[in-house]
Each structure stands twice: as structure tokens, then as C-alpha cells.
């Protein structure tokens, strides 16, 4: 353990950002699995309602710095795929 009062804080503060990090990167993995259980059940209706909650999270997930903004459009671009394959 760290004996310095600032090494303290840096050990405090990084628990509480991975902790944040780890719950925004496991909704976002949620959305992105009910997006693509709607798509294999050839669900447009709910697929697209799932889309644009996945994508809203990862954008927000984006601009929190949790992912590069290319992953990000990667993700989204594969998703928007898999839906509009549904037609």
C-alpha cells in the first residue's frame, strides 16, 4: 500500500473510475446483445428500438473517453448493419 498522501488519492480515485467505467462498458455490451437478439429473432420493430438506445450509450460511453470515436462509429455502423439486413 502506498504511503504518500497523494499516491493514496491516486489509488482511491482510479477504484472509483474503473468502477464507472466497468458499469458504462457493461451497459453498453447489454444494449449492443438486445440489438442483436432482435436482429437473430428478425424483430425489426424492436431491433430498431434497440438500435437507437445502443447507439445513444455507445455515443455517450464515446464521449467519456471510454472508447476511441472510430470503435465507436464501428460499433454503430455494425449494429445499423445487422438491423437494416433485417428488411
Do not use: F, P
Not at 424492436?46 to 476511441?68: D, F, M, Q, R, W
Not at 464501428?74 to 439486413?85: D, G, I, P, Y
Amino acid at each position: 500500500m502506498a504511503n504518500i498522501k497523494s499516491a493514496k488519492k491516486r489509488v482511491l480515485v482510479t477504484e472509483i473510475k474503473t468502477a464507472r467505467n466497468k458499469a458504462i462498458k457493461s451497459k453498453v455490451k447489454t444494449c449492443i446483445k438486445k440489438v442483436e437478439a432482435a436482429v437473430a429473432n428478425k424483430d425489426k420493430e424492436t431491433a430498431n428500438e434497440a438500435l437507437i438506445v445502443a447507439i445513444s450509450e455507445i455515443n455517450k460511453a464515446t464521449s467519456k473517453g471510454l472508447y476511441h470515436k472510430n470503435n465507436a462509429a464501428r460499433k454503430v455502423s455494425r449494429l445499423t448493419k445487422a438491423v437494416n439486413s433485417i428488411a
